[in-house]
């Protein structure tokens, strides 16, 4: 353990998705000028990686799936003080689901060398689905621990943590290596500082392609999904009623009408 | 280019499919579409071609899985209690069996669990696979999902239902990947295709911009985790007959590698998730103390205090109040929302209430549209009163008794 830590984040560029809006005419999402941006729940598992470096000692190494512009996140991942940048990208890669994205990056991370622990954030701004952490972790054949609120200690190569379930919090051991996916309750992630920034331009993003993986593009991809989106639509809203103007006390008499009518009063 | 769907020579480069892209993946290259990497081959672009010049290439044929039947749920359990998104699964799944002609398995994976098995049949499980064991008192993901693995292997169902909670969502990928199978996550709608039979997951994604629907063709079974409170929880029925089968439970050949150390159970009164009724407060209160009439609103009612997401960014209130889609989904009988604008992803956390009652000042806001009865004013001048209303009725209700 004198080495310290090494440390993995995964990390997934996203659209600035309180921005994208959905066009009902023309049924797409508006991207016009919506910025793409580090999945804002990954920051989180950033800072986590960050803050077991000041205090274990270590490496942290960024690493992200995508198209070349997913380069970006990861100098940005650079910025905040993530040592290493490394891009999984390949166009065999595209139209991934979460099978297929889990199994692409576990061999990725096998391919980057050995790890103590693996963080991810919750889950996406964008697919929203916080799969692809723990169905990494059966792929590397390693313990995966979710919803991550607090790292308490790190010993004798064991980790000790909390997490949230929805009935309290559990206190964890596990010995390394292992997967965590990380809450909001792990802390603020801190701002890119200007060293950050300078260190990220001049970083060299290492690549890995389906050259260095050599796996059967029919495992990859969109051919090695199981899962295919055959629709996409708009939410239905709940039936509106009526909306009513007045003096407060209109307004009151009529909303306590509808409470005898609906019977909760 | 997207390896799933070809554009043919005859494509004019009229950008009739750019607009549908719903994922804006498609553009022009010197006359002609190109689909880009980013493809999910949803299909919308195929039928509004006008000269029929793209084409979805169908992934293999489809296979035929017809030894994988029934429907399985698994019942998710703490200290014996099963939570009751698994009578809800139970629900869906009775549903679904009826189209589908085939069983409804649950499984159970705890200590003590004779009730719990029994209460199960009675929601509608044909048979109930009960793994009763001291070891598996409290939930690890090792030895939970090497069993649920085994019982599908056992059973061979089409489908897996597994509620969307901490648990769920850990479980279900752990599985899933052990499986080789496709998993959807947090779904909010399941329906049988009648052609294929498939089963059709719909969930939302982008913050609930969208819905989706996605479907498991090339593996078997097809998996999702379903969001609490949003089906409809199975009834007991007594006379409902199933099969209670005790599975051995041999620690020895179980993987654990997680050790619990401790659990600290969360001391809240009500949750928001499990009330009949929710007060919810969001920016229009304008300030932090606004929760206090909230709370005293939500009081006289007897309900739970919800909140908009905005509110507790801003550190108004505790995160386990938050109502939307990156808080609680809740389904109350009554959900009254003061000052809250209602945007989408708030709605997708709340709009299946039975009654919804709006008060805000802004009568275009997006939640006067989903109301049942949405009032245009000021909150701090219609809560009051309308308190008052609640608590004189409750005074003459107990003096005339």
Redesign the interface.
């Known amino acids: 353990m004198s080495a310290g830590l090494k440390i993995v984040i995964c990390i997934k560029q996203v659209p600035e998705?309180?921005e994208?809006?959905?066009d009902k005419e023309?049924?797409?999402?508006k991207?016009e000028g919506v910025a793409a941006v580090i999945n804002p729940f990954d920051e989180f598992a950033i800072e986590t990686g960050l803050r077991l470096k000041e205090k274990y000692g270590g490496k942290v190494m960024a690493i992200s799936m995508g198209?070349p512009m997913a380069e970006q996140a990861l100098r940005d991942a650079i910025a905040m003080g993530c040592d290493e940048g490394w891009l999984v990208s390949d166009?065999?890669f595209?139209?991934a689901?979460?099978?297929a994205t889990?199994l692409t990056l576990a061999k990725s991370i096998q391919l980057t060398g050995t790890h103590d622990i693996v963080i991810c954030g919750l889950k996406t701004?964008?697919?929203?689905?916080?799969?692809?952490?723990?169905?990494m972790?059966?792929?590397l054949g390693e313990?995966?621990?979710?919803?991550v609120s607090q790292v308490l200690d790190v010993k004798d190569g064991k980790v000790?943590l909390k997490?949230?379930?929805?009935?309290?919090?559990?206190?964890?051991?596990?010995?390394f290596p292992?997967i965590i996916t990380v809450s909001?309750d792990v802390g603020q992630p801190r701002l890119a500082t200007l060293r950050g920034r300078l260190a990220a331009k001049k970083a060299t993003i290492k690549t890995i392609t389906n050259k260095e993986m050599r796996m059967n593009p029919k495992e990859l991809?969109?051919?090695g999904?199981?899962?295919?989106?055959?629709?996409?639509?708009?939410?239905e809203?709940?039936?509106?009623?009526?909306?009513?103007?007045?003096t407060?006390?209109q307004?009151?008499?009529?909303?306590?009408q509808?409470?005898r009518e609906?019977k909760?009063? | 280019m997207s390896k799933s769907v070809d554009v043919s020579d005859a494509c004019t480069g009229c950008g009739m499919c750019i607009s549908i892209c719903p994922f804006g993946v498609i553009t022009i290259v010197t006359g002609k579409a190109q689909i880009g990497d980013a493809c999910r081959v949803c299909g919308a672009c195929e039928p509004v071609c006008p000269v029929k010049a793209i084409t979805i290439k169908k992934s293999e044929v489809p296979q035929v899985f017809a030894d994988w039947r029934g429907i399985l749920v698994y019942a998710e359990q703490r200290e014996g209690r099963v939570h009751p998104v698994a009578y809800e699964l139970l629900g869906k799944g009775r549903e679904l069996a009826a189209t589908l002609g085939e069983p409804v398995y649950a499984v159970i994976i705890g200590t003590n669990l004779t009730s719990a098995a029994e209460e199960l049949v009675k929601r509608g499980a044909d048979k109930v696979l009960v793994y009763d064991h001291l070891f598996l008192a409290t939930y690890r993901d090792d030895p939970y999902a090497q069993i649920l693995s085994e019982a599908t292997n056992e059973l061979k169902p089409s489908i897996i239902l597994i509620g969307a909670t901490s648990i769920g969502r850990s479980l279900g990928p752990r599985v899933a990947a052990k499986l080789k199978t496709g998993l959807t996550a947090d779904c909010t709608g399941l329906d049988i295709d009648p052609q294929t039979r498939l089963l059709l997951q719909t969930r939302p994604a982008y913050g609930g911009n969208i819905m989706a629907t996605i479907y498991t063709q090339n593996s078997r079974p097809q998996m999702a985790t379903v969001r609490y409170k949003v089906m409809t929880e199975a009834l007991a029925d007594p006379t409902k007959r199933g099969e209670i089968i005790k599975k051995q439970v041999d620690p020895n050949r179980l993987q654990d590698r997680i050790r619990v150390l401790g659990f600290e159970a969360a001391k809240e009164q009500v949750s928001i998730v499990d009330a009949d009724i929710v007060v919810s407060g969001g920016k229009g209160l304008g300030e932090p103390k606004g929760f206090e009439l909230i709370k005293q609103l939500a009081d006289a009612l007897g309900g739970a205090v919800g909140a908009s997401r905005p509110t507790v960014d801003e550190g108004w209130i505790e995160y386990r109040h938050q109502v939307g889609l990156s808080g609680r989904t809740v389904r109350p009988k009554l959900y009254l929302a003061c000052g809250i604008s209602g945007a989408v992803q708030h709605q997708a956390g709340m709009k299946t209430s039975d009654v919804i009652i709006a008060i805000n000042k802004d009568k275009e806001a997006p939640i006067c549209r989903i109301s049942t009865l949405a009032a245009v004013g000021d909150l701090y001048e219609v809560v009051p009163r309308l308190i008052e209303k609640i608590k004189e009725q409750k005074v003459r209700g107990t003096t005339s008794n």
């Open positions: 998705t309180t994208v809006e959905f023309t049924g797409r999402l991207r198209p166009r065999v595209g139209g689901d979460t099978w889990s701004t964008d697919g929203d689905t916080g799969q692809t952490g723990p169905e972790a059966e792929h313990p995966c621990i979710s919803y000790t997490r949230n379930l929805d009935d309290g919090v559990e206190t964890l051991e596990a010995r292992l909001k991809g969109l051919d999904s199981y899962t295919r989106v055959t629709k996409i639509f708009t939410p809203p709940h039936a509106g009623g009526e909306v009513i103007e007045g407060p006390d307004l009151a008499d009529a909303i306590y509808k409470l609906a909760i009063v």
